[in-house]
């Protein structure tokens, strides 16, 4: 059962979930996102992924739950520009969505997964996401691939 508008840090752990999504895509198949969105307690995101099946979208998201039972813990750290952007692929975008002016960048790092700038709330450990569930796929193009998920109590 998706999580009521009303839970406290809903949208927090939604926001994780998708940051574990894109970490575990990342990892397990090199691939960049190209599109998102999030709601209170759901969101998707797209990757380039050229052999999708909705098969692999649930080993997807069930990788994301083991991911949320391991318990790792988030660290934000404010950098200098320059400092972030020695970090390697610090931005999962297939597009770099940072502004030029931006001097400091805020970083989210789900330890031992997925490192990235991010301007948004995050829970202090996976664990607290609770589960996510697979609820759509969505093929957008040849290589575009749309992966959607709600957290659940």
Known sequence: MARSIGSAGTSSCAHTALHLLCGVVFRDYGAHVTGGNMDTAEGRLDFELRDFTPELAQ?????????????????????P???????????????????EGITNVRTVN????????????????????????????????????????????
């Open 59 to 79: 080993q997807i998201v069930d990788a994301v739950n083991a991911e949320i039972a391991a318990a790792r813990p988030i660290e934000i750290k404010i950098l």
């Open 81 to 99: 520009r320059e400092e972030a952007f020695q970090i390697p692929d610090l931005i999962r975008t297939k597009i770099n969505l940072l502004p």
């Open 110 to 153: 789900i330890v031992g997964l997925d490192l990235q700038a991010d301007g948004g709330t995050h829970v202090a450990n996976t664990r607290e996401v609770g589960r996510v569930a697979l609820l759509k796929t969505r093929s957008k193009g040849a290589n575009n691939k749309r992966i959607v998920i709600a957290v659940e109590d």
